[in-house]
Nanobody, 115 residues
């Protein structure tokens, strides 16, 4: 059972930054892709950013130029650097990891951006 533990969420003001971390219980090289998703009450969980085993990244249009996904293989950790945060970025952020065996999710971390 893969475990993913997110951290780094919190309450910030608009324009400020946060860095989220997702620590995996196994080598992240074993995953085909890892990603950050976010969800607000009553809405679906949407992809924010993803990174493949090869290092290719993709982003939701709403965060391009502001968010950066990265990883540290030595720490089995994926990060989401979030700059210039906006109130509409407020959500629970989840980490997801996918390999041939399926997908695993973390428990989520709350990000709240005040105006």
């Amino acid at each position: 059972q893969v475990q993913l533990v997110e951290s780094g969420g919190g309450l910030v003001q608009a324009g400020e930054s946060l860095r989220l971390s997702c620590a995996a219980s196994i080598s992240i090289f074993s995953f085909n892709v890892m990603g950050w998703y976010r969800q607000v009450p009553g809405k679906q969980r949407d992809l924010v950013a993803g990174i493949s085993r090869g290092g290719a990244t993709n982003y939701a249009d709403s965060v391009k130029g502001r968010f950066t996904i990265s990883r540290d293989m030595s720490k089995n950790t994926v990060y989401l650097q979030m700059n210039s945060l906006k109130p509409e970025d407020t959500a629970i952020y989840y980490c997801k990891a996918t390999n041939v065996g399926g997908s695993s999710w973390g428990q989520g971390t709350q990000v709240t951006v005040s105006s």
